[in-house]
């Protein structure tokens, strides 16, 4: 019965090749983050999704693209991945932002060549 | 300036024992504070959220306190097993701009 699937779990791209992270969920929420999460490291929000209207967070470096088609799925892109942008990519759902906890999925760990 | 701070870094206790994590926080203005389990290679977990009026909440082996007055958090693990070995996190959420803010976490290594 899993909530959040994200695919795949290990992603490895080459250097500067567009590469494509995807995330459903069955939970039918609202809101939808992508995260980063480097070894050791807290996750860092990219940007989220509050039903189609979308949220950049001011630090999220242009290369990190995304795309909510519809309520239960949300893509992740990276248009020239560099070797800095290895990293464990999480997605999480709520059904609303403020008080409501997140649903994290197990995430995709990307590495690039 | 918006942090929040968890210690220790990393912790190492025999199964059984019992251990307290410590969350500090500078949010302001306070909506809510989480704690999640993040197993290695998973995602986070939440086992509890606490808002402004809640000093004490429990999920089973797992209580948290919060003392808004001190802007801190923590989190008290029972009878630790090796099931617990994982790092724990603390997100603290801001009221105005539904902005939230995580902690570098807690690693912890239960052994047997």
């Known amino acids: 019965d899993a909530m959040v699937i994200q695919n795949p779990r290990y992603q490895v791209t080459q250097f500067g090749k567009p590469v494509t992270l995807s995330c459903s969920q069955t939970?039918?929420?609202?809101?939808m983050y992508w995260y980063q999460q480097k070894s050791s490291q807290a996750p860092k929000l990219l940007f989220h999704?509050?039903?189609?209207?979308?949220?950049n967070e001011a630090d999220t470096p242009d290369n990190f693209q995304s795309r909510r088609p519809n309520t239960s799925f949300c893509f992740l892109d990276i248009r020239s991945p560099g070797l800095g942008d290895a990293a464990m990519y999480l997605c999480?759902?709520?059904?609303?932002?403020?008080?409501?906890?997140?649903?994290f999925g197990d995430g995709t760990r990307l590495s690039i060549l | 300036k918006n942090q929040v701070e968890q210690s220790p870094q990393s912790l190492i206790i025999l199964e059984g024992k019992n251990c307290t994590l410590q969350?500090?926080?500078?949010?302001?203005?306070?909506?809510?504070l989480r704690w999640y389990k993040q197993d290695t290679g998973r995602g986070p977990v939440s086992l509890t959220i606490?808002?402004?009026?809640?000093n004490t909440k429990s999920n089973g082996r797992y209580t948290a306190t919060l003392d808004a007055d001190t802007k801190q958090s923590s989190l008290h693990i029972t009878a630790s097993q090796l099931s617990d070995s994982a790092s724990y996190i603390c997100?603290?959420?801001?009221?105005?701009?539904?902005?939230?803010?995580f902690g570098s976490g807690t690693k912890l290594n239960v052994k047997p």
């Open positions: 999480a759902t709520s059904s609303d932002r403020g008080n409501q906890p997140q649903h």
């Open positions: 939970l039918n929420h609202n809101v």
């Open positions: 999704y509050y039903d189609k209207d979308f949220n």
């Open positions: 969350c500090n926080y500078t949010v302001s203005p306070f909506s809510n």
């Open positions: 606490m808002t402004f009026s809640e």
């Open positions: 997100v603290v959420s801001e009221r105005h701009f539904n902005k939230f803010y």
